[in-house]
């Protein structure tokens, strides 16, 4: 899909330079409904995949997995009706899971997925993977923490410190990854002119950064004063634990969600070698 945050970035530089652009929309290529696919990719060259069911609050399962597993299924086997010369698909660092304290989480890393967003993430890749050895031509691309112009997804987190309503999680020395969608971007395109052989690529930033340097440099952006409470994840997660089955029971989302604190707990830093070394991915912009 162009429509969406990375989409519409993506869409944007394929035809400034040149390319002629297909980006149906959700309504024109319902994922879930197979007919409705059915020529999409007659006269392709390359399907970049980057629809997919967000794991928002209370989303099923099912759900999830009828755009992140079957759709994406069902448009790859379309894709390799039409002839296409490869398939791009998009999915994310967080598959993986947390990873440990002082090392970088990489592509043979095993998947622990935490959410069911992640889960279903995963099972759409292994889905794909089994596609491509009926000979789908494949290659994975797992986006980190992606930000930039248009991104409304973490609109709640600007105005969270904006309004001083913030908080670290453990002194906030959990790790993120964060990623320009430009350099996203530049990564995709790179990944879409490789020759597909169902390998999976982690496309990161030019280095992790702790929870409080992501939080400190929001502030500073905003010209508010960087958070300063901290509160121990010891006393957070029995919290959340019984938030969620109230929340569920109410129809009320809570502040603090089991994959939130995750977010800013745990450690979410990758090896991003081997996109640089195969692919020649150079990240240039910093958080």
């Not at 908080?167 to 990854?177: N, S």
């Not at 939130?260 to 070698?273: E, F, K, M, N, T």
Request: glycine share 12%; proline share 7%.
């Amino acid at each position: 899909s162009g429509c969406g945050f990375i989409g519409a970035h993506l869409v944007d530089r394929l035809r400034a330079a040149g390319h002629s652009v297909l980006a149906p929309r959700r309504a024109e290529a319902d994922l879930t409904d197979p007919a409705r696919l059915r020529g999409l990719c007659d006269g392709v060259e390359v399907v970049i995949n980057l629809a997919g069911a967000l794991g928002r609050w209370q989303t099923p399962r099912a759900q999830l997995d009828a755009v992140n597993v079957q759709g994406a299924v069902s448009l790859a086997r379309e894709a390799q009706r039409a002839g296409v010369r490869h398939f791009v698909h998009v999915s994310g660092g967080g598959v993986s899971g947390p990873g440990p304290r002082a090392g970088l989480i990489s592509e043979d890393t095993p998947c622990h997925p935490e959410s069911d967003y992640e889960a279903s993430k995963l099972a759409g890749e292994r889905a794909l993977l089994a596609e491509a050895e009926r000979g789908l031509p494949l290659t994975l691309a797992r986006a980190t923490f992606t930000y930039g112009p248009g991104d409304r997804h973490k609109l709640p987190l600007y105005r969270a410190i904006a309004r001083r309503r913030f908080f670290w999680v453990d002194g906030g020395m959990g790790r993120l990854h964060p990623l320009f969608v430009g350099d996203l971007v530049e990564g995709l395109l790179l990944a879409a002119r490789a020759e597909p052989r169902a390998r999976i690529y982690l496309l990161g930033g030019p280095r992790p950064l702790t929870a409080r340097e992501v939080g400190q440099t929001i502030a500073a952006a905003l010209g508010v004063a960087a958070p300063r409470l901290s509160l121990p994840a010891a006393l957070l997660a029995p919290v959340v634990a019984l938030a969620e089955p109230l929340g569920r029971a109410l129809g009320v989302e809570p502040p603090l969600t089991r994959s939130r604190l995750s977010q800013w707990r745990d450690h979410h830093a990758y090896d991003i070698r081997r996109a640089r070394a195969e692919l020649g991915y150079a990240p240039r912009v910093d958080f």
